[in-house]
């Protein structure tokens, strides 16, 4: 059953990664785009832990981290960079 | 088999949010709207992922509660990421089917 | 004393607890250094916080939290039902909800708050912190939302904040 549950959610969560991606070659604007992004990059940290019970292996752990890390401090700053045109201020 | 049946369970739900949230993005016809999957669905849809993932490893190789600060992680920032790109797209001036607000302080600072 | 040395005992809490997390143990070495840091990472960011955060009432604290996360589980079945069913019924608007609430920390923990629960994303606290813009996905009584968000949400933090 967890092998079946594991394979369902690889191909949902692959899905979204997809829909994700498409979403940010479409556009048609610059948020749509940073949303694009910002899912994408959640949607990775949920595939890596996904990947991380797969394996029966914790070492993923700090990538799933680093990544909703980076990818937050990405979203912030692209969002500041359309609000105001600078990201320090 | 309790065990195998809950983790099972929470990632299920997950990887659905996760979808539903993607899906969301994909096909709501404006910005504002697109905003609310990714927002709320795909946050939760991690949080089911890493509370299986807790349980898992709980099980299998003793306490593991470090998902616990991605979930955090993730609750605490989502609404801050969401609350700033409509705060760009009010600036921008994004359509709406939402007749926007006139006289909000829309990217005034 | 106590308050020189520790002048935010949450945040402290939450990074000491954050450290052993990270290093997944809790070994006398790491509660330690941990400890340390718990002390040393509040005193160098003191100067940032101008008002101070006192918790009056925990157990309205609590009550709150769990009132939140059940809505959050609640907004996603409704998320997921409206963005599944057919787009072109939806009635997005938006809302500005009128705040009470003063300090800064209540009106960010407010918006975070509606943006994770029904159908509602936050949008703009204007810069004088007195409404939020409130945007809503589908929504039939703007004014019933506005004061089902303020009874729900703002009147906990406003007893909480006692502000």
Redesign the interface.
Known sequence: ??V???T??F???G???L??A??LVRGP????R???L??LY??A??LI??A??AW?T?VY?EA??LI??MG?VG??AL??Y???GDVMH | MLLETAVSFFLLVGAFFTLVGAIGLARLPDFYMRLHGPTKATTLGVGGTLTASMIYFTAVEGTSLHELLITLFLFVTAPVSANLLARAALRLKLRSRAPLPEASGAGRD | MMRRWLPHPVTSCVLLVAWLLLNRSADAGHVLLGALLAVAIPLAVRRFFHRPVRLRRPRAAVRLALVVLWDIVRANVNVARLVLGPPARLRPVFVEVPLDVEHPIAVALLASIVTMTPGTVSCDPSTDRRRILVHALDVDDPDRLAREIKSRYERPLQEIFAC
């Open positions: 059953m967890l079946f549950a594991i369902v959610s191909g949902a969560v899905l979204a990664l829909l994700a498409w979403r604007d610059l948020p749509d940073i949303l694009a910002d899912t959640i949607s940290v949920a832990v996904l991380g019970i029966r914790q752990f799933a981290l909703a890390l937050f979203t912030v969002a500041l359309v609000a105001r």
